[in-house]
């Protein structure tokens, strides 16, 4: 039976194309393929490479959108909450001390407990703030989940609109409704099209195609003159969020919150190799997937992608410089090994095709 489903998909729907390789001692010992879509707020395809309609899974990349049920609860207002919660909404936090201390602030506002988030007790993402907690002899805690802090709204938001708190994770649950009818209404896809299944969190997450993500990416950046007020506030409340406290987002060291510590844009990873870029003065949406799932090639292969935009003319060649020159001087693209040689490097081997 596997093997009649995967028959199903051409090989390029499937493995993408070849977007970075990794070379050592000038031979090719890794290839990262994956597709690239890029897709302005009306929905219009303008670049990519691979294949625009593949399947994604969403994952983390559906937080901000998953945030707007929980401000359209009132419960930043309601719990005296600030921006940092708000931020935390979006996380996929690494366990480091700002983020705990903010989980911690937004379950003592709410009076939301930690015994009710419905995944398991761990450790921190992040290796020093994990070695720092077991050195200080801390037990696991569910808040250490890099999605604790989306988690903790969704209780407040059940709270306030007077539902369950138990089930609050099921996909008949009135606050899973409501974000299935964001997803759809953001992305352009109908709620009966959205393919289903379950996130590491526990939550329901939804496969859409490649060029509909990169659509939410651009509205969210860009929120179209179109919608009604209040969604538009909300929405600019979340990424303009997400923007001032780029550190609570992911953490340390992390792509989206470098690419978030300016105004240009926003970003957020997603696992097994989803990530996503919305470019404001563009109003742009980017995304690339690589297809193993892995992430050390997203550094470089959304610089080169920013760059090549910029030299076809799809988005100003200064915005570009300003993002791909953050992300090329935070990443390396030498490789070193643990004697400090360098032994090699990763490269971008791709070319998007422009669609305008």
Request: proline letters at 6%.
């Amino acid at each position: 039976m596997q093997g009649e489903r995967s028959a199903q998909f051409t090989a390029n729907e499937i493995g993408g194309i070849p977007l970075a390789i990794m070379l050592r001692g000038g031979q090719v010992e890794n290839v990262h393929n994956g597709h690239i879509a890029v897709v302005d707020s009306d929905g219009r395809l303008v670049a990519g490479v691979g294949s625009p309609d593949v399947l994604t899974f969403m994952r983390s990349t559906a937080k901000p959108l998953q945030a707007i049920p929980i401000l359209r609860a009132g419960v930043i207002d309601a719990y005296g909450l600030t921006n940092e919660a708000i931020a935390m909404l979006t996380a996929s936090h690494r366990g480091e001390p700002a983020h705990l201390a903010a989980l911690l602030t937004m379950l003592r506002q709410t009076g939301v407990k930690e015994e009710q988030l419905v995944f398991h007790a761990g450790l921190p993402l992040d290796g020093d703030a994990r070695d720092e907690w077991i050195k200080q002899g801390g037990p696991p805690r569910k808040l250490f989940h890099n999605c604790a802090g989306k988690h903790i709204g969704l209780l407040a938001a059940c709270q306030l609109n007077d539902w369950p708190m138990t089930g609050y994770a099921e996909p008949d649950h009135p606050i899973q409704q409501e974000i299935k009818q964001w997803i759809s209404f953001a992305a352009d896809v109908p709620v009966s099209s959205l393919s289903g299944g379950f996130d590491g969190c526990g939550l329901p997450v939804y496969a859409i195609p490649l060029r509909k993500l990169a659509l939410v990416y651009a509205r969210l950046a860009a929120p179209p003159t179109g919608w009604e007020d209040t969604t538009r506030a909300i929405i600019e409340r979340i990424t303009s969020s997400m923007n001032e406290r780029p550190e609570l987002v992911e953490g340390t060291g992390r792509l989206a919150s470098l690419l978030l510590s300016g105004p240009q844009a926003i970003a957020k990873s997603g696992a097994q190799g989803v990530f996503a870029v919305g470019l404001r003065q563009e109003r742009l949406g980017l995304i690339v997937k690589v297809s193993d799932g892995t992430e050390p090639a997203w550094p470089i292969i959304v610089s080169e992608a920013l760059k090549q935009l910029a030299a076809m003319g799809i988005i100003d060649q200064k915005a570009s410089q300003t993002l791909s020159g953050r992300i090329d001087a935070a990443f390396a693209q030498e490789l070193r090994n643990d004697a400090g040689r360098i032994i090699g490097k990763r490269e971008a081997v791709f070319q998007l095709d422009s669609y305008v």
